[in-house]
C-alpha cells in the first residue's frame, strides 16, 4: 500500500467521478419510477378497459376472484333473516302471504343468489314475471306510471330471476322532470343465455317494463 498522499487534483477528480456515478443511478431510478408516457398495464400484463362480460368469466372461473365477490353476501345471508310486521305473536295476513312465498320459492335462497350477482358488476336485478294477462313490456296490472298503484294487487308470481350486470341493460330512462320517477328506468332489456348440448350459446333479448324488474 503506497503511502503517497493525493493531490487536490485527484480528490477532485475522485469527488467528480463519484457525484457522476450517484447522478447516473439517481436518474436511473426516476426514469425507472416515472410512470409518464408508459403504459403500466401493458407491462405488467394487465388488461386495459375492463368489461362486464371479464368480471362474469373471472367470477365463474377463478376461485380467487369467486370468494372476492361471495364473501360478504354469504356472511351476511348465514343466518335467514326473521320478517315481522308487528311485535304481536299472532301471525298477521302480510307474514302469512310472505311465509307462503317464502316456501314455494325460497325467497330468502333467491335473495341471496340476487346479492351475489350484484357484485360481479355494478349492479344486480332480479325479473319478476307474474300470472298476468299483460305483456313483458307492459306494466304490471295496477302499476301506474308515477309509480303508484291502483286496484286488486292479488295476483300471483310464476317464477323470479336473478341476474348479474352482464344479464340486463337499462334500455331507457324516464326524462318527464314533472314525474316522480324521473331519471329511473323506464324499461330494462334482459338477456336469456341458452346453452345446447354442442356447448354453444344463443343470446335472446327481452324487453321488460320497470315494474317487472327489480334493480
Known amino acids: 500500500v503506497s503511502d503517497r498522499k493525493l ?4 480528490v477532485h477528480q475522485g469527488l467528480v ?3 457522476n456515478l450517484l447522478m447516473s443511478r439517481t436518474e436511473y431510478l ?11 398495464n401493458k407491462e405488467c400484463g394487465y ?4 368489461t362486464v362480460q371479464q368480471y362474469r368469466e373471472w367470477y365463474i372461473n377463478e376461485g380467487i376472484a369467486t370468494r372476492v365477490v361471495r ?15 308487528t311485535a304481536e305473536e299472532t301471525e298477521t295476513d302480510f307474514e302469512l302471504a310472505w311465509t307462503n312465498l317464502e316456501v314455494k320459492y325460497n325467497l330468502w335462497g333467491l335473495l341471496h343468489n340476487a346479492d351475489v350477482l350484484a357484485g360481479i358488476g355494478r349492479f344486480g336485478a332480479v325479473f319478476m314475471s307474474f ?10 296490472p295496477g302499476m301506474q306510471e308515477d309509480g303508484t298503484f291502483v286496484g286488486d294487487r292479488k295476483f300471483e308470481p310464476q317464477f323470479f330471476m336473478p341476474l348479474d350486470e352482464f344479464c340486463v341493460d337499462v334500455e331507457s330512462i324516464n326524462t318527464d322532470m ?8 323506464l324499461f330494462y332489456n334482459i338477456k336469456q343465455v341458452d346453452q345446447s348440448n354442442t356447448g354453444k350459446e344463443s343470446t335472446r333479448i327481452v324487453k321488460a317494463h320497470w315494474s317487472r324488474v327489480h334493480h
Open 7 to 10: 493531490t487536490i487534483n485527484e
Open 17 to 19: 467521478l463519484a457525484t
Open 30 to 40: 426516476k426514469n425507472l419510477l416515472d410512470t409518464k408516457g408508459r403504459d403500466l
Open 47 to 50: 388488461p386495459g378497459n375492463l
Open 71 to 85: 364473501v360478504i353476501p354469504d356472511e351476511t345471508w348465514s343466518v335467514q333473516p326473521d320478517l315481522t310486521e
Open 131 to 140: 300470472k298476468d294477462s299483460g305483456a313483458v313490456e307492459s306494466p304490471v
Open 178 to 185: 314533472t314525474s316522480p320517477r324521473y331519471g329511473l328506468p
